[in-house]
């Protein structure tokens, strides 16, 4: 069989499937490293740029509740850096990291998916392909994988033989290093192709930022649009926190949907979940690279991730689950001294409900959380920050009618004198969330009026100093 690869340039070539080929690898990874450059260096120059330039945000989010306002978002700007954890252990990606190692995909890879083009029956059919689950059902679902990797799947029907042997290269060697470790029995069951994809490319290329490259040519991404880890690892990383009353959780799913061990798809409804003994005091990396237990640990940040901190006109904390998706993000030593320092908008939009992790929390709750991370106040001394939650936050944006109360006291205490409130929608699984036209069309109204609150729409607030 031919083994294909997408070039820095778009352009397919026959490869091996080998490891060996380091000029394929250092290839497709200084090409990621250049697109990350080039849209930091449009960036970094507004003076030059005309009043029709579309504006440049860095979102820091999780892999579900903000994908509901990705395209729409897109309609305003594709020049966004969307940043994402890589701590997440549920569904397949536990599988993949419990056999095979490393960072955590599954949030990055649905990002990338809802980036990815629409544009044409075979960019449609690459994306189903890559955001296709296999059954539960353990036996069902490793048939259907053989028919996938073996080309034989109907799911191949729109892809033309460049692309199809391109994805399915990497498949295949995904496939082959989960037949190398054969002591450890691989359950397909729900498993994410994308997933499978994802994990290929990156042992192939022995780097995160490579596959995020392939990944993102091979489904069409803007290439203004990044998907950056906040942490550029090969290692596997587990999210641990500590509650106020002294105990330790590990694992981001243990955190967030805990489901006792069970192999199953995980259920993000508002209702599934019980409540915290206690509330969450701090989030924070641990890992057993190099030791046989788990112990903490401090990694570095995605420079490429600070880079964009640094260049961009507006920084955006998404909704989702704050602890688990926001919080880990935020922690890392760089990351909040870069905000504290940047004169641009800095918005938070506030959870239309409450989950697991925010049960009883109100605006200045989810604020205080924030900053407490970026400061890393409950953490080692030596690296802690003293900004005030203004550094941080300037301007909140609440979905109206949602569980959250806006305590706009307590938020001018904090020195945040900017609410807006959004019009929103009722999902009957997880409850208010916002209407993604409004939203987006209020950030155009903020980025527009950076100043002052005229012409923002919806339910302004400005809270007088």
């Known amino acids: ?40 260096a449009s960036s970094t120059t507004p003076s030059s740029q005309s009043s029709s330039t579309p504006p440049s945000l860095l979102v820091f989010s999780g892999g579900t509740a903000f994908n509901g306002v990705v395209e729409e978002l897109q309609k305003l700007t594709t020049r966004v850096a969307h940043v994402l954890p890589v701590s997440d252990d549920g569904g397949s990606t536990a599988e993949i990291v419990r056999v095979l190692g490393g960072p955590a995909v599954g949030d990055i890879r649905s990002r990338c998916l809802r980036l990815s083009d ?6 449609l059919a690459v994306r189903h392909l890559l955001g296709h689950r296999l059954s539960v059902q353990a036996k069902e679902a490793k048939s259907e994988w053989y028919a996938i990797v073996e080309g034989e799947h109907s799911l191949w029907t729109e892809v033309s033989v460049p692309y199809r042997e391109t994805i399915r290269s990497f498949l295949v060697y995904f496939q082959s290093q989960i037949l190398m470790r054969s002591e450890e029995k691989f359950c397909f069951s729900n ?21 995020i490259f392939l990944f993102s040519r091979v489904s069409g991404i803007p290439k203004e649009s990044l998907v950056l880890p906040v942490i550029s690892t090969n290692d596997r990383l587990t999210l641990g926190c500590e509650l106020w009353d002294g105990r330790i959780i590990r694992g ?54 600070l880079e964009q901190l640094h260049a961009v006109d507006c920084i955006v904390y998404a909704m989702g ?35 697991r992790e925010t049960t009883g929390f109100s605006a200045s709750c989810f604020v205080t959380a924030i900053t407490d991370a970026l400061n890393r106040t409950h ?10 939650p203004n550094n941080y936050i300037n301007t909140i944006l609440a979905p109206k009618n ?14 945040i004198f900017d609410v807006v409130f959004v019009d929103s929608l009722h999902d009957p699984k997880v409850g208010v969330t916002f209407d993604p036209k409004a939203l987006i069309q209020t950030l155009a109204n903020l980025l527009s009026s950076p100043n002052h609150g005229e012409n923002i729409g919806n339910h302004y607030v400005h809270l007088h100093q």
């Open 379 to 388: 953490g080692n001394l030596n690296n802690c920050l003293n900004n005030s």
């Open 402 to 415: 949602g569980e959250v109360p806006v305590d706009l006291t307590a938020l001018k205490k904090h020195g």
């Open 191 to 211: 498993g994410s192709i994308g997933n499978f994809f994802f994990a290929g490319a990156r042992i192939f290329f022995q780097s995160l930022d490579a596959a």
């Open 118 to 123: 629409q544009s044409s029956a075979e960019s």
């Open 1 to 40: 069989m031919a083994d294909f690869l997408l070039g820095p340039c778009s352009f397919l070539f026959p490869i091996s499937m080998n490891r060996a080929n380091d000029n394929i690898k250092l290839n497709c990874i200084s090409s990621y490293k250049t697109s990350s450059t080039t849209l930091m």
């Open 252 to 305: 981001q799913n243990e955190i967030s949907h805990p489901n006792n061990g069970v192999m199953e798809p995980i259920k993000k409804s508002r209702t599934s979940d019980q409540v915290l003994p206690s509330r969450i005091k701090r989030v924070f990396y641990m890992s057993s690279e190099g030791k046989n237990l788990l112990h903490e640990v401090f990694p570095a940040p995605n420079p490429a991730v």
């Open 321 to 355: 689950s704050l602890f688990t998706s926001i919080c880990p993000s935020l922690v890392l030593i760089g990351i909040g001294e870069i905000i504290s320092a940047r004169p641009c908008r800095k918005i938070l939009l506030l959870n239309g409900t409450h989950d």
